[in-house]
């Protein structure tokens, strides 16, 4: 089994700053690329940022330069720093990590969600 736990999400003030953890746990050979996607109600999932096992980043258009993706690969951790929060930003955050298991193959897995919600 394969958990990703996520944490730090909260209530915050616009321009205010939040920063996310998600830890992947369980019977995982390895981890590759890893990343965070947001829904907002009545919206599709979207990407928000993925960082890679070497440290290449990818941002969506809306979050970049705001936001900071980062990893600890030996504990299988991925951070989002989150800064000048707007009310947009609004959303359930999704972690996702793909991961082999021991004697398996490549598969994504999705944590429970954490709210963030900015107020004006």
């Known amino acids: 089994q394969v958990q990703l736990v996520e944490s730090g999400g909260g209530l915050v003030q616009a321009g205010g700053s939040l920063r996310l953890s998600c830890v992947a746990s369980?019977?995982?050979?390895?981890?590759?690329?890893m990343g965070w996607y947001r829904q907002a109600p009545g919206k599709q999932r979207e990407l928000v940022a993925t960082?890679?096992?070497?440290?290449?980043?990818n941002y969506a258009d809306s979050v970049r330069g705001r936001f900071t993706i980062s990893r600890d690969n030996a504990k299988n951790t991925v951070y989002l720093q989150m800064n000048s929060l707007k009310p947009e930003d609004t959303a359930v955050y999704y972690c996702?990590?793909?991961?082999?298991?021991w004697g398996t193959g490549w598969n994504d897995y999705w944590g429970q969600g954490t709210q963030v919600t900015v107020s004006s």
């Open positions: 996702n990590a793909k991961i082999r298991r």
């Open positions: 369980g019977s995982i050979a390895s981890a590759n690329a």
């Open positions: 960082i890679t096992t070497s440290g290449s980043t």
